[in-house]
């Protein structure tokens, strides 16, 4: 005998896509107030604030964009070629979410592919990653990254205008709240005794190569060893045995 309370199969995927929605406004939402303190922190940094737009609307990956301002608040113009390298490495990780993400969203034309990896980042592929279905992910993913996307660049704009409107933003502390801003983003990866260590390393290297390097390149020797530590998997082999 059917158990009675056993949704159908009809059913229980609409409460899954509804669910996947509410956790889709949840995260976009909240995601998108960053907006702001990256329009702002942009500014800072030399941008304009139609610079600052253009880099949401095209860039459009959180991490990397206050990458990139952050090694421009500190180098100026000089570094915009360390920012550019910094940015795009950090961006690399999109390119592994879109493999992941290809068997949810590779559906319709060239437009819709297109679609799907612009808003590929990390928060729409953790809500799609998260649905018990195949529909409800591709509803969680398409809904975060939408949401996201208008929200990001509303904020943005919000974000620089502010920036503008407060003058000299090294007054007000706003020259060092990039780097501050990516260490929060950075703070909730570090739970493992790697990722610490990692991290770690990486801030020795940076600190170290400060004086001897211009603005810009200590990031990327930084980068470069922390690659190096993470390929060979150094402290996780000595944290188990």
């Known amino acids: 005998m059917e158990n009675q309370a056993t949704h159908p199969a009809p059913e229980r995927t609409a409460d899954a896509s ?21 329009g702002a922190l942009s500014v800072a940094a030399g941008l304009d604030i139609w ?7 095209v860039m459009f990956t959180g991490g990397s964009q206050f990458a990139l301002v952050g090694v421009l608040a500190g180098g100026g113009t000089a570094a915009g070629g360390s920012a550019i390298a910094t940015a795009g490495m950090l961006g690399i990780r999109n390119v592994v979410y879109g493999m992941r993400m290809k068997p949810v969203v590779d559906r319709g034309g060239l437009l819709r592919r297109v679609a ?5 980042i990390d928060e729409s592929t953790a809500v799609a990653l998260a649905q018990p279905e195949e529909r409800s992910a591709r509803v969680g993913f ?10 990001w660049n509303l904020t943005t704009l919000a974000g620089a205008l502010i920036g503008d409107a407060l003058g000299d933003t090294r007054a007000w502390g706003l020259d060092a709240a990039a780097a501050a801003a990516f260490v929060g983003l950075l703070w909730p990866r570090l739970r493992r005794f790697q990722a610490g260590a990692v ?5 020795v290297v940076a600190t170290i190569t400060i ?6 390149l200590p990031v ?14 150094v402290f996780s082999r000595r944290s188990d045995a």
């Open 199 to 203: 991290a770690v390393a990486a801030a």
């Open 116 to 120: 799907a990896a612009w808003v590929t």
């Open 18 to 38: 509804r669910v996947a929605v509410r956790d889709s406004l949840a995260v976009g939402i909240a995601t998108a107030a960053y907006g702001i303190s990256f």
């Open 211 to 216: 004086p001897l390097l211009m603005p810009g």
């Open 220 to 233: 990327l020797v930084a980068a470069a060893v922390a690659v190096v530590v993470g390929w060979f998997n």
């Open 51 to 57: 610079q600052t737009c253009f880099l949401s609307l």
């Open 142 to 151: 398409w809904v975060t990254g939408v949401v996201i996307f208008a929200g």
